[in-house]
Nanobody
Framework: QVQLVESGGGLVQPGGSLRLSCAAS????????MSWYRQAPGKERELVAV????????NYADSVKGRFTISRDNAKNTVYLQMNSLKPEETAMYYC??????????WGQGTQVTVSS
């Protein structure tokens, strides 16, 4: 059974940091690219960051470049999102996704991040 379980969300003050984790099981993690998305209330889900199967390539939304870092540990079947200098407008549900083009997409259930003073 495929599972993606996000954790690490919570309440943080503006300018603060959080590290999200997404633990995967039920599929060959190292064969899949991984990504983080977020969705704020009333808004569409947007791509935040992507990392390749080996971790050798990453891409970010312009809005988070220089502040967020995506990484993965294939030995632990886990992908991370380090978020620094968080802004109130980044309050959202954050989701991880595993994808293998032409084969499958798997989504986690999300973890809530609230940036507020």
């Amino acid at each position: 059974q495929v599972q993606l379980v996000e954790s690490g969300g919570g309440l943080v003050q503006p300018g603060g940091s959080l590290r999200l984790s997404c633990a995967a099981s039920g599929f060959t993690f190292s064969s899949y690219s991984m990504s983080w998305y977020r969705q704020a209330p009333g808004k569409e889900r947007e791509l935040v960051a992507v990392i390749s199967r080996t971790g050798g390539s990453t891409n970010y939304a312009d809005s988070v470049k220089g502040r967020f870092t995506i990484s993965r540990d294939n030995a632990k079947n886990t992908v991370y999102l380090q978020m620094n200098s968080l802004k109130p407008e980044e309050t959202a549900m954050y989701y991880c996704k595993a994808f293998l083009v032409g084969v499958a997409n798997y989504w986690g259930q999300g973890t809530q991040v609230t940036v507020s003073s």
